[in-house]
């Protein structure tokens, strides 16, 4: 069926489906016929709105199964980073809202408690579930409730090192639990490591198929439920142990193992499902997709079988926008320049090469690229290890995924003053994943750690120059961040003073306007509309963040008025910083911090966000010559005792 023929048969099938019942009085043929329509559906969807496309075309049969077999939301089914649960999402009673997927008051990309009583888990940080679904057992032993916890959890996420702290506890705490992994072989790319090198001795052997035959066999004539069940499909491949080996590392650690089951067989997965939900301790169900699966632009996608792309054409897979230059191109391609100087250069992705940029060093140098999986913690701390090695790792992570490794920032890398180059994409607002995809945590806290170095470039040049410093410094750590999306338009200084750039300065010195990041061209207008006030502003670029310039104390103390604006948080960030500096040297010019909230941001696109916040030029301009004209109206005695203040 093609997908325009599948949108205009969504009326059919699809169209009865108003929540899990629904899909669990269908006979398996039509069930063939609603998975073929919730793919079309979510092609036709997907692809104007942007989104998770290939996680999800490989989960339909798994989630169909799910609802089948337990009773959602009585029963828990939890999504390890959530970005794989749309299908969850349409059979629990939102269709309609995919029209608006991730856009700003429509449904959110991943599971969202405002949005249903089905969803629990809204981080999108991977490799968490496994832990919540251990206390959430652990909860309903004490309270004595008969609800079944199901946690699924990809291959990729299985890399993290959190599920195997949570596979320990789960294995002593015995409790029912069911663990889903949806091996579909990739992260992004194909996931690497020892694990995966073990699942796909499980997926690939040559005697899978045999499994499966026998599997399907033997549960097609045995009337049993449970246990029983279990033993059936235990027995079955412990007499095929031969064939198909390694389940034994799950076992060993004390959890039960069924599988490999062909995830796109709905009625395998239900079997496997049942099996396990009947058991009465923690099993894990190991379920063999494909990425993409049913649309063929995704499966033949090699970079990440469209992982998730922006708006995309249905009939090529082919992105809608068109390409431009993206803060990650610019930084990728320096790295490798300064690679080519420097055979101590090396690189770090945690899972993310191409999204990342570190996929072209990989090309280049690939004995000098090292894919950690998803494990930003591991990351850190084995770049800790290269550098007291000799080598300089550049750890190239999203901003927002850098917060989970904090300790081993601060005691395995800084503390032992190791030269680690941190580079943070998708830096302060994001947008469209919402609040728990916004890299706008990383100045505060990253910003007390001793004597690391934060830059924020303001574009292309800075970007290139910025990187470069921080690969030179030898004595400890840095972090070298930027946002998402088109790299802004090169702005040049006018001059330096120390570290800090000059960006537009005027006769009058009444406003020092730092503008981080960025937010550079954003201060320029910002300037230009001011001085139509009559006020004369100064704008200046840090460039490095942390610690705070002393130049930039001094420029301060010129000024009648200091304004910050960050694309970070202003509890602790630059502004903040910059305010207890100039406390510290007793600069008593009053400074006004902008920045965004210490708060949940909904999902939107970047400039919606933005705007909510109030950080236009627009507005930060009205700010601005609300505040230095309010000075104007102060009395004569407060503006001098201020003056005073701005020579010391
Ligand atoms: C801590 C963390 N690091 C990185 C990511 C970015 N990320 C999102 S999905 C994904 C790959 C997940 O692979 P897998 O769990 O196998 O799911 P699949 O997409 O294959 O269904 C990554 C690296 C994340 N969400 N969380
Ligand atoms: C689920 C997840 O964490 C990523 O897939 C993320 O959605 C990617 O974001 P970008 O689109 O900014 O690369
Ligand atoms: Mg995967």
């Known amino acids: 069926m093609s997908v325009e023929e599948g949108t205009a048969n969504h009326g059919r099938l699809l169209g009865t489906v108003r929540g899990p019942q629904d899909v669990k009085r269908m006979s398996a043929e039509q069930l063939d016929i609603l998975a073929a329509e919730i793919r079309d559906f979510l092609i036709a969807k997907v692809s104007r709105t942007g989104g998770h496309i290939g996680p999800n075309l490989g989960v339909v049969e798994l989630t169909l199964a799910m609802h ?44 969202s408690q405002a949005e249903s009583e089905h969803d629990l888990i809204e981080n999108s940080h991977a490799s968490t579930a496994l832990s919540y679904a251990d206390g959430l057992a652990k909860a309903y032993a004490v309270r004595g409730e008969q609800r079944s ?47 995966a090198d073990h699942l796909s001795s499980l997926r690939l052997n040559p005697g899978y198929e045999k499994v499966l035959d026998t599997v399907k066999e033997a549960l097609g004539s045995t009337p049993l439920v449970g246990k029983p069940m279990y033993e059936v499909l235990h027995a079955v491949k412990k007499g095929i142990k031969d064939a198909v080996a390694p389940q034994a590392m799950f076992e060993d650690l004390g959890i039960k ?22 058991f009465g301790g923690p099993v894990i169900v190991h379920a063999v997709t494909r990425k993409g699966y049913g649309y063929r632009p995704a499966e033949e996608d ?95 992570v999203y901003a927002t995924f850098l917060n989970r490794a904090f300790d ?24 469209p994943d919402g609040p728990s995809h916004y890299g706008i945590w990383d100045m505060s806290v990253f910003g007390v750690v001793p004597g690391l170095r934060i830059a924020a470039p303001r574009d292309a040049g800075s970007l290139r120059e910025e990187l470069r410093e921080a690969v030179a410094v030898d004595d400890g750590p840095t972090i070298v961040r930027f946002p998402t999306g088109t790299v802004a338009a090169d702005l040049p200084a006018v001059r330096r003073v120390g570290t800090v750039d000059v960006l537009a300065e005027s006769a009058r010195t009444d406003v020092l306007l730092v503008a981080v990041g960025s937010f550079g061209a954003l201060g320029m207008e910002v300037a230009a509309r001011v001085a139509e006030q009559g ?60 920045g965004v909230p210490a708060d949940w941001h909904p999902h939107g696109t970047r400039a919606q966000i933005l705007a909510d916040l109030g950080l236009t030029a627009q507005d930060v301009a009205r700010d601005v010559t609300g505040w230095i004209s309010g000075l104007d109206a102060q009395p004569v005695d407060d503006v001098q005792r201020d003056e005073a203040g701005a020579k010391n």
């Open 535 to 594: 006020y004369g502003v100064t704008v200046v670029d840090p460039r490095w963040v942390r610690p705070v310039p002393a130049e930039l104390v001094e420029l301060a103390a010129g000024h009648r008025l200091v304004v910050t604006v960050e694309d970070g948080v202003r509890v602790g960030g630059v502004g903040d910083a910059l305010a207890q500096a100039m406390r510290d040297a007793d600069v008593r010019v009053p400074l006004r911090d902008l």
């Open 408 to 431: 081993q920032v601060l005691l395995d890398v800084a503390m032992h003053k190791l030269p680690v180059t941190f580079v943070l994409d998708r830096a302060g607002v994001t947008g």
């Open 257 to 278: 193992y069924v599988g490999p089951v062909d995830g796109h067989d709905v009625a395998a997965v239900e079997s496997a499902l049942r099996a396990a939900k009947n």
């Open 149 to 195: 916890v199901v946690a699924v959890v990809g291959d990729g996420a299985l890399t993290g090192g959190m599920c195997w702290e949570a596979l320990n506890n789960i294995a002593t705490a015995g409790n029912p639990l069911v663990i889903v992994v949806n091996d579909n072989g990739r992260s992004y790319s194909p996931t690497i490591g020892g694990l």
């Open 302 to 396: 090699e970079a990440d079988c469209l992982h998730g792309p922006g708006a995309f054409d249905v009939e090529t897979g082919q992105l809608v926008a068109a390409p431009s230059v993206k803060w990650t191109h610019v930084f990728a391609d320096e790295l490798v320049a300064i690679a080519d100087e420097r055979p101590d250069v090396v690189g770090i992705t945690a899972a993310m090469a191409e999204p990342t940029g570190i996929a072209k060093l990989a090309r280049k140098y690939p004995e000098r690229t090292y894919d950690v999986g998803i494990a930003e913690q591991h990351a850190a701390t084995s770049a800790a290890g290269l550098a007291m090695g000799g080598l300089h790792p550049v750890v190239a």
């Open 68 to 111: 089948r077999v337990f009773d959602s939301p009585r029963d828990r089914l939890l999504f390890d980073t959530g970005h794989q649960a749309y299908v969850h999402k349409i059979l629990t009673g939102r269709q309609d809202g995919f029209d608006k997927l991730r856009q700003r008051g429509g449904l959110s990309g991943y599971p």
